[in-house]
T-cell receptor
Framework: NAGVTQTPKFQVLKTGQSMTLQCAQD?????MSWYRQDPGMGLRLIHY???????DQGEVPNGYNVSRSTTEDFPLRLLSAAPSQTSVYFC???????????FGQGTRLTVV | AQRVTQPEKLLSVFKGAPVELKCNYS??????LFWYVQYSRQRLQLLLR??SRESIKGFTADLNKGETSFHLKKPFAQEEDSAMYYC??????????FGTGTRLTIIP
């Protein structure tokens, strides 16, 4: 089992560029979520999904889109990158509800 | 909104000394509480959950409903305990809410 796999691990974007952060899990988990980790702010929930075809907003959704066409994949899209989106992004999945989340290794994104 | 408060952003402890990482949560019935740990250059992982009442890597955490606290404790710190620690809570189908984290540094 690979668990939760995120790609890329590092990315530098220019302001206004768009990109997609990939997240895949092979544990057949229904629940998936995206967090951003910022110094002094902890982990903040961006978007989450309770199953294929279902997504919802978290605490800080602005500037991000998600989709969940399959159980395995939950990509996060930045439509027009801004310096405020410089952060470390974590994808997580869990079997039921939001307990015992399994995390990916993170994507360090810098927007210049 | 459900809240998890970790009052210490940074905590330094000498090797062999006791460690206590504080966590307080907003009250709403019977939450499920967790401690997650992130070692340097590793992914975030579950350390322990209150419902299992177990000790992992020498750490324990007791749920105190009266004080709405779930402090993480270890009697004798080890250098490999240096990491970022996050307290988290959920309840039923609520989203997992994390605290702001405490960076623990063990001084040799």
């Amino acid at each position: 089992n690979a668990g939760v796999t995120q790609t890329p691990k590092f990315q530098v974007l220019k302001t206004g560029q768009s990109m997609t952060l990939q997240c895949a899990q092979d544990m057949n988990h229904e629940y998936m979520s995206w967090y951003r980790q910022d110094p002094g702010m902890g982990l903040r929930l961006i978007h989450y999904s309770v199953g294929a075809g279902i997504t919802d907003q978290g605490e800080v959704p602005n500037g991000y889109n998600v989709s969940r066409s399959t159980t395995e994949d939950f990509p996060l899209r930045l439509l027009s990158a801004a310096p405020s989106q410089t952060s470390v992004y974590f994808c997580a999945s869990s079997y039921s509800s939001f307990i015992e989340a399994f995390f990916g290794q993170g994507t360090r994104l810098t927007v210049v | 909104a459900q809240r998890v408060t970790q009052p210490e952003k940074l905590l330094s402890v000498f090797k062999g000394a006791p460690v206590e990482l504080k966590c307080n949560y907003s009250y709403s019935g019977s939450p499920e509480l967790f401690w997650y740990v992130q070692y340097s250059r590793q992914r975030l992982q579950l350390l322990l959950r209150h419902i299992s009442r177990e000790s992992i890597k020498g750490f324990t955490a007791d749920l105190n409903k009266g004080e709405t606290s779930f402090h993480l404790k270890k009697p004798f710190a080890q250098e490999e305990d240096s990491a970022m620690y996050y307290c988290a809570r959920t309840r039923g189908n609520e989203k997992l809410t994390f605290g702001t984290g405490t960076r623990l540094t063990i001084i040799p």
